[in-house]
């Protein structure tokens, strides 16, 4: 039954359940929130980039926020697509790798959610894409970048989330163990592993295995290499999708958040 596949996205609808743990109208009612704290009092359109499932891209399409998501996925820009086209959403998602991409006109504002960063595998890469969304933005566009807590890279005896998790929504029961049987690289800080997600859905069953390399970025690698883009610089932080959480070493704070400002 396992598929051996080139990429943990090739089931779109899997991914979408699996992390429907987490409430994407709360979370962008936050990005507006810190946006307006970083001194943009309106949002008037959006990148979402890695975007999967497009479950930011799409929510502030749904609030007439215009709206887009880049992927390198063919199966999720199908599927995303889809979902848009289903909702009469005005939101285009474009086949490309957020290292180099251009979009038909510059955006307020890019997010990379989740720990979708971490597929800047080298310097080079974060370097080369911070220059590419910058390019992609207007004058004082916010870039909203969200990671794991570096708590999670430094101290495997307190990390703040689990690999392994069921979850079951409209009919679908997704169990999945994102790589936990990682094994860390200490010279290039790439975390490399298998993911496994089993589903079930109305009789029939499946479950993808693929390899997935991710990096783990401490803060301080975070800060060097925006400052050595020359692009951005970090007007926010965040422990958590909560603008009352600040970025700090507290349990409550289990994620990193940064937001920057395109400098010009
Ligand atoms: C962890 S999922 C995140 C999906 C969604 N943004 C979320 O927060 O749930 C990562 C997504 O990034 C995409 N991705 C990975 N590397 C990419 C790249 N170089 N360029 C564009 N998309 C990429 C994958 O195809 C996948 O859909």
Known sequence: MAIMSYSPYVNPEAYEVAFSFRNYVEAVDFIIEACRAAGRAQVGSVVELGCGPGQYCREFARRGVKSCGVDLSP??????????????????????????FTLDQPVDLALTMMATF?????????????????????DDGLYLIELPHPRDVFDSQRGSTTN??????????VHT????????????????????????????????????????????????????????????????????????????????????????
């Open 75 to 100: 199966e999720m820009v199908a599927y995303t697509s889809a979902k848009c086209t289903e909702e009469k959403l005005d939101c285009p998602i474009i086949e490309a790798d957020f290292r180099h």
């Open 118 to 138: 971490g597929y800047l595998l080298s310097n080079d890469d974060i370097i080369e894409h911070f220059d590419t969304v910058a390019n992609n933005l207007t």
């Open 164 to 173: 392994v998790w069921e979850i079951e929504k409209d009919g679908m029961k």
């Open 177 to 264: 163990d994102w790589a936990l049987d990682a094994v860390l690289d200490p010279l290039t800080g790439i975390d490399s592993g298998t993911v496994r997600i089993k589903w079930e859905k109305d009789g029939h069953s499946g479950m993808i295995e693929s390899p997935d390399h991710m990096r783990r970025l401490s803060f301080g690698l975070m800060q060097s290499l925006i400052k050595l883009s020359g692009r951005f610089a970090i007007v926010e932080m965040y422990g958590d999708l909560n603008i009352n959480q600040p970025f700090d070493n507290n349990e409550k704070a289990w994620r990193m958040i940064l937001v920057l400002r395109r400098i010009v």
